[in-house]
Antibody, heavy 121, light 111 residues
Framework: EVQLVESGGGLVQPGGSLRLSCAASGFTFRSYEMNWVRQSPRTGLEWVSYIGRSTSDIYYADSVRGRFTISRDNAKNSLFLQMNSLRAEDTAVYYC??????????????WGQGILVTVSS | QSVLTQPPSVSGAPGQRVTISCTGSSSNIGARYDVHWYQQLPGTAPKVLIFGNNNRPSGVPDRFSGSKSGTSASLAITGLQTEDEADYYCQSYDNSLNAWVFGGGTKLTVL
């Protein structure tokens, strides 16, 4: 069974930093593209960042580029999101999401349970 | 405001058919990028309902179907059941934003 478990969320002041982790199990992690997707009442579902199987391909949404850094450790089946210079508008539930194509455009075929990040003073 | 536009809510009685629209533009759905649909039950993470415009993952009932034409896509649900009450989201890729994009979501109420 595919499992994705996020950790590292919490309350942080504006301008602060947090590092999210996602522990993957139940599939060959190194064979899959991985993503972070966030959800808030203000913006709904929003794709945040993508990392390819070998980390050579990395993409960010305009809203986080230059502040967030995605990375992965295939040996430890883990995905990370380093979030710096956090703003109130970054407040959301952050999901780790596995990407699949199977001949189609990328879809998010498995999601973690989500972790809440609150940016507030 | 989401790149893909969905109605905020739809409703129907048990057994009825409802459709949820997803309107995009020439830089996403109209550029022939696939549309995927997700179902999000209360308090849970989204789950793929339809992928590649009209394909159902194993385990998804054939009451759910998808279609795409031009710059729009639709999700149809027939034989509505109370357990279908959820939020539904469409998703595609946008080549002007260079980003994967979602619709704003549609809340389905089964009356």
């Amino acid at each position: 069974e595919v499992q994705l478990v996020e950790s590292g969320g919490g309350l942080v002041q504006p301008g602060g930093s947090l590092r999210l982790s996602c522990a993957a199990s139940g599939f060959t992690f190194r064979s899959y593209e991985m993503n972070w997707v966030r959800q808030s009442p203000r913006t709904g579902l929003e794709w945040v960042s993508y990392i390819g199987r070998s980390t050579s391909d990395i993409y960010y949404a305009d809203s986080v580029r230059g502040r967030f850094t995605i990375s992965r450790d295939n040996a430890k089946n883990s995905l990370f999101l380093q979030m710096n210079s956090l703003r109130a508008e970054d407040t959301a539930v952050y999901y780790c999401a596995r990407g699949s194509r199977d001949g189609w455009e990328l879809r998010f075929d498995n999601w973690g349970q989500g972790i809440l990040v609150t940016v507030s003073s | 405001q989401s790149v893909l536009t969905q109605p905020p809510s739809v409703s129907g009685a048990p057994g009825q058919r409802v459709t949820i629209s997803c309107t995009g533009s020439s830089s996403n759905i109209g550029a022939r990028y696939d549309v995927h649909w997700y179902q999000q039950l209360p308090g849970t993470a989204p789950k793929v309902l339809i992928f590649g415009n009209n394909n159902r993952p194993s385990g998804v009932p054939d009451r759910f179907s998808g279609s795409k034409s031009g710059t729009s896509a639709s999700l149809a649900i027939t034989g509505l059941q109370t357990e279908d009450e959820a939020d539904y989201y469409c998703q595609s890729y946008d080549n002007s934003l260079n980003a994967w994009v979602f619709g704003g979501g549609t809340k389905l109420t089964v009356l």
